[in-house]
């Protein structure tokens, strides 16, 4: 019985996909330290090919939520991660192992070459350095926006964010390959569209992939100052039950994530209703293909990156309706996202919704979108729904419902209020002045 709840369990997690599925006996992945030694531990002959270390930011032991965005509060780990070429059956095993003994998912990435192993592992490594490029380009987090903020936070609506979780929740399923997946991708573009009827300003477009069919779909308010300047909030818009997930699975992903889309939805709403003009450009993304590899948001960061477009700063919205401990409302992911950011969001929260408790946890990997933009060097942050060690343990089943949020979207309106004081904070000044 045991073995059979682990197994189901291993099949919710996602493989780590960098590219669309890689046939053949031997393939190359990454992987973390963690995950190399139970895998040398089952197969000795495994051996790496190049190892690196990167550097991440993680909560300092102790510290009280009253810490959180002080620079005392946090440490670093060094994560070491490993290249290599295994075996398909070696890799299952692996998976299962990662589950039972690590208690996580996310064991290793597949890619389709040595090349492109080796080119996500530089990028990878890069990031802190490249942190510091975004810290360059980072705007004033000043605060000074109360009059336009204030008034707004009134307007975000409970009974919204539940409709929404409740459309997304109601898709058979949100794979990236599934008709369904590809159904609720246009029926969001299309939802965005009307929302946005009228405005010059406002174009709404769908952002193909090569290698599958969902798209992703991006809303994009053009800034009336600094228009060159964007800032991102973003949550993915598929689903999934695991590699198996298929035409007629069931994969609701109500928190993971329709919550989050619903979050960002909300501040879309609340912004156009008011008739509100950036100063930057403010562009919400609803990724294509997170579940298989961040893989939808990947492919925009690495547009953005190479056409050298300035993205100020990014906010990823993924899972927002399940509270799993009383103690915290917002807990802030300080691995793969930017330190700075990250103190101006827990100053945002301390600001305009002090009755809000803020915390900080790490993932442990790159589990969400904002990797795909720290990787590139833009600021990303992560505010989450819970402490990891309380997380929804439904995620990627057929239970991933509303009902477990006891068909309540009090917790992702939260996210959502938080999401609007980051997008008018953020969006009103420009343009980003030199030596700031
Ligand atoms: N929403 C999850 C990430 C998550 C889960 C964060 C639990 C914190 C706690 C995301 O959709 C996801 O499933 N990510 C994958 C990794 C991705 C690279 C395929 C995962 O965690 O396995
Ligand atoms: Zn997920």
Redesign the pocket.
Known sequence: MKKLVLSAATLA??T?FAQAAVAGPKIWVSMGDDAYQLLRAAHPQAKSTESHDVQVNVPRAGMLAKAVGSPESLTTRTDRIHVLQVDEDQLHRLSTEVHEKLHR??GYIVHASRAEARQSLQELRGHLTRAKEATALAPSYAIDNQSTVTPLLTQVQESQVLSTIQKLSDYQNRFYKTSHGTAASNDLFNTWKQMAAGRTDITVSQFAHKKWPQKSVILSIKGTHAPDEIVVIGG?LDSTVGFLTGENSRAPGAD??ASGIASLQEVMRVLLASNYKPKRTLQFMGYAA?????LGSDAIAAKYKKQGKKVVGVMQL??TNYQGQPTSDITLITDYTNAAQNNFVKALATAYLPELTVTQDA?GY???DHASWTKRGYAASFP?ESS?AA?NKL??TPNDTLAKSNNSAAHAVKFAKLGLTFAVELASDAPVKAGQ
Do not use: T
């Open positions: 997690c996602a780590f998912c996310g993915h993971d994530d997170e579940e298989v590899g961040l993924d899972m993932c790159a589990c969400s989450f990891l997380d995620i990627h």
